[in-house]
């Protein structure tokens, strides 16, 4: 009863939030004769750009790497992941001057053509920078995802198609991509997710999406109608790309048994071929990591020892101690949950779960507004005791980020505890017994990756953060908005620096981890 009524509560946001598809409000008419269509265009081809992008540059360097043997392959296996620490917002802001590149060729269209082709032509470099700057520090998803298809894959069936004289390509072609399909398109959905979450690169590049939307109604227009309403149109978005995702990934899964009794050769790169390689994986790597952090780095040099007073230190333990206390909570109640599902095989519970875990699926800013909505009516009757709360804020990230902690814990559980409690409860043992001796201590390393995994994402989370946050607390994530938003561009570089440092040590672990399992 404990885990459906959580299940409830967890799902609650979201659905309040659907729900607010048919109220219209006094200014939505305004809205949707004017900037409706623009959110949707705008969020559309971003969202796909960004998506193929991606998908090139994931697909191809994962298979460079775990297919192909070439000098630096094993530095470029683990540097590669190594853009996903990298915010949005923060590549956003550390190529802020990408766009001044073009000017003299703005200049020499308006002088040969028309003052319209200029802005034509800048509406396309905006779309075509900001894909590019989100794609080269998200295609981590792809490539990881990816490669461990490759790496994990049924090696018998390359293998027989180099025995039967297929070259290299054919087989990437007609084995290896279809057999990686469902890998692909998980990797490309959190790369969907990641781009329809974004909003300090949206608004830094000036591109108009629904997330943008959605704040510019509830802070510019004080219209927090019209924002539950824009949040109900990127909630169905959302579905709509979930279904979609679903109906190309079918049945497949992208965890397989690894043969490692047939292990693959790398196909060996020699010459040109070789050199090619090097400047495939180099490109990325540099785009979505070495540059950024270059470029802070100098930006960070310049600023005075005067920034780091007692504040700056109050906001590094904020942001230590919110992902802290927040991922610990999340990881345990996501271990109930799927303890309780298994342990009483309750379909009832099994269904629950998977609208609890629905969150990681919607965009920050539609988790915040449903739980405004929700701080609402309590705040009627109750007080404010929610809204601009520490409790608000761990309940949003709870909502959002259940699901990160579930894929560990739930594949951990099937594989090592699943048929312990069937014996267990057969044993006459109690939940409690059975959870506390036998599941948790063999699920400790799924705990401990599940616990690294979010507390990534909320040490990085910007648009959750920005509006749920209690009056005068900052995270080193909201305070790098701030510093952005008031032209204080290289003292923002320290606590940009501080978000990757500080995530630089998780990621590498959890590639490790990854690893490991091949």
């Known amino acids: 009863m404990f885990s459906l009524f959580i299940c409830i509560l967890i799902f609650t946001p979201i659905a309040l939030v659907a729900l607010q598809f048919n109220n219209n409000t006094e ?4 809205i949707q004769q004017t900037v409706l269509t623009t959110y949707i265009f705008s969020t559309l081809i971003l969202v796909l750009s960004t998506a193929i992008l991606s998908t090139f540059i994931g697909v191809t360097c994962a298979w460079l790497v775990a297919c192909c043997e070439f000098p630096g392959r094993k530095f470029f296996e683990w540097t590669l992941i190594l853009p996903l620490t990298i915010p949005t917002y923060i590549a956003a802001y550390s190529y802020y001057d990408l766009l001044e590149m073009f000017t003299p060729m703005m200049i020499w269209i308006r002088s040969n053509f028309s003052p319209e082709s200029m802005i034509y032509f800048n509406d396309i470099m905006v779309y075509l920078v900001t894909s590019l700057v989100m794609t080269s520090v998200l295609f981590p998803y792809v490539y990881l995802s990816t490669r461990a298809s490759f790496l994990m894959q049924g090696n018998q069936l390359i293998e027989a198609a180099k025995t039967l004289g297929h070259k290299p390509s054919n087989i990437f072609w007609k084995v290896a991509l279809p057999m990686a399909r469902p890998a692909i398109i998980a990797g490309l959905s959190l790369v969907v997710m990641e781009t329809l979450n974004d909003y300090g690169a949206v608004e830094y590049f000036g591109i108009p999406t629904f997330t943008i939307g959605i704040f510019r109604s509830w802070l510019g227009m004080n219209d927090m109608g019209s924002a539950l309403k824009l949040s109900s149109y990127l909630l169905f978005f959302v579905f709509f790309i979930l279904y979609i995702e679903k109906y190309f990934r079918g049945e497949a899964k992208f965890h397989q048994k690894n043969d490692s009794s047939r292990t693959y050769s790398p196909n060996l790169l020699k010459g040109k071929y070789s050199i090619l390689a090097i400047f495939f994986c180099l490109l990325p790597l540099c785009l979505g990591f070495i540059i950024p952090i270059t470029r802070l780095l100098f930006w960070a040099s310049s600023v005075s020892g005067s920034f780091f007073d007692i504040t700056f230190f109050q906001v590094i333990f904020n942001s230590i101690g919110l992902a802290s206390v927040s991922s610990l909570l999340i990881v345990t109640l996501a271990t109930i949950l799927i303890f309780t599902s298994s342990y009483f ?8 779960n998977q609208f609890a875990i629905l969150g990681y699926s919607m965009p920050g800013a ?3 507004m449903g739980f405004l909505l929700i701080a609402g009516y309590i705040n009627q009757s109750m ?9 608000s804020l761990t309940f949003a990230y709870l909502v959002r980020f259940l ?15 699943d048929q312990i409690n069937q014996a267990s409860r057969i044993l006459g043992n109690s939940a409690l017994i059975s959870m506390f001796k036998l599941n948790l201590p063999l699920l400790k390393k799924s705990i401990i990756v599940a616990v690294l995994l979010i507390f990534v994402d909320i040490f990085k989370e910007l648009p959750l953060t920005l509006i749920l946050r209690p009056f005068n607390f900052d995270t080193l994530a909201t305070l790098t908005y701030d510093l952005n938003s008031q032209a204080q561009l290289h003292e923002s570089a320290i606590p940009a620096l501080l978000i990757i440092l500080v995530t630089i040590p998780p990621i590498i672990f959890l590639n490790n981890q990854l690893d490991d399992r091949l």
């Open 27 to 30: 200014n939505w008419d305004h």
């Open 345 to 352: 095989q309750s379909k009832i519970v099994k269904v629950a």
């Open 366 to 368: 539609v988790v915040a």
């Open 383 to 391: 007080g404010y005791l929610l809204t601009g709360t520490l409790i």
């Open 403 to 417: 699901a990160v902690a579930w894929q560990p814990i739930d594949s951990g559980m099937e594989k090592k505890c």
